[in-house]
């Protein structure tokens, strides 16, 4: 297996496989992202409490989902790197942090436009918005930490340590709800609280940003083994075959 892995990991095989499913992988969730929305926002009911602000959660729901899943792909990524000195682990952690600082804010601003007509205020120091808060400052030093350094390795292997220390937030934001009093609704069970019309299109979006997510991630990887990689023949190659088109 791990053969197979170092196999995956050098950079024109692993540069030529992104290549190949991102476009699939776009139209995916475009197309996810697009029924998800417009049935979420346009076609299902009002609800009962909360009325026509709850749809809201179309967008904030999926984005918090994800922003925890992409530092977890980061930390299993950063600990592949440091453990077995995989450089394209640190790549790949390079071009999964945008994209989850991108998710999480979405996560805080929605959170904030949901709770101003719930809660009365945009922002209150709530356990879970606090922690979700330190998760983007997280994503930003992890990009931070990963630019300051002119060595790559170094850079890399900087910017995985604080992905690992970070970890210890994820579990701190799932159980915020239940560790803490706070005004944050707590988890629920979409299979028994919500009703199938609301249901359907929010695990439509949900898919669909992590469509989205991965196929980000595959773009930004090809950029930045390109940009590793820039004086390889290989790369050259590819830049003098483009020049020809």
Known sequence: MWKALHQLAKPERLYQLCGKFVPWLAVLSAITLIAGCVWGFVYAPADYQQGQ???????????????????????????????????????AVAAMAPVGAVFTFIALVTGSAWGKPMWGTWWIWDARLTSELVLLFLYIGVIALYNA?????????????????GVVNLPIIHYSVEWWNTLHQGSTNMQQTIDPSM???????IIGFLLLFITLTLMRLRNLI????RRRPWVLALANKGRSL
Not at 67 to 78: D, F, H, L, P, T
Not at 149 to 161: H, P, Q, S, V
Not at 226 to 229: C, S, Y
């Open 199 to 205: 249901r359907t299109p929010l695990r439509l979006t």
């Open 53 to 91: 602000s709850y749809r809201i959660m179309y967008l904030h729901v999926p984005a918090a989902i994800w922003s925890m899943g992409i530092y977890g792909s980061m930390a299993v990524a950063a600990f592949i790197g440091l453990v077995w000195q995989m450089k394209m682990s640190d790549l």
């Open 149 to 165: 350094f002119d060595d790559r390795r170094l850079a890399g292997r900087a910017a995985g340590i604080l992905v690992l220390v």
């Open 226 to 229: 390109l940009l590793q990689e």
